[in-house]
């Protein structure tokens, strides 16, 4: 597994890879990112069919999105994650809220 990061548009991305999938959430610091992305990279090595609104893949998306924030956590990224998947977010302010950690 490996974390990949960049910005696009001004606006910022994270993304990591497991053995066979790989998950990426795109957003801003207002919002936090969100899941935008899922490719099956065994099935789909070119990455041209993004299954992240799949209804047979958002148990992966859930795994994955857990793995990422598992890792922006261990590596003290700035990067703010919005909740989803029913899990908290990540550097992720609510208004009259705390940050979420």
């Known amino acids: 597994m490996h974390?990949?990061?960049?910005?696009?548009?001004?606006?910022?991305?994270?993304?990591?890879?497991?053995?066979?999938?790989?998950?990426?959430?795109?957003?801003?610091?207002?919002?936090?990112?969100?899941p935008w992305l899922l490719f099956d990279l065994e099935n789909d090595p070119d990455e041209l069919?993004?299954?992240?609104?799949?209804?047979?893949?958002?148990?992966?998306?859930?795994e994955c999105h857990q793995k990422l924030r598992q890792l922006l956590f261990d590596s003290d990224d700035f990067f703010v994650l919005a909740p989803a998947y029913e899990q908290s977010g990540f550097n992720y302010w609510q208004e009259h809220e705390h940050m979420v950690t």
């Open 3 to 34: 974390f990949e990061w960049s910005t696009y548009n001004e606006r910022f991305w994270r993304a990591i890879v497991t053995g066979r999938f790989k998950y990426g959430v795109y957003g801003g610091t207002k919002k936090g990112g969100t």
């Open 49 to 62: 069919d993004n299954l992240i609104n799949e209804p047979n893949y958002q148990n992966v998306a859930k």
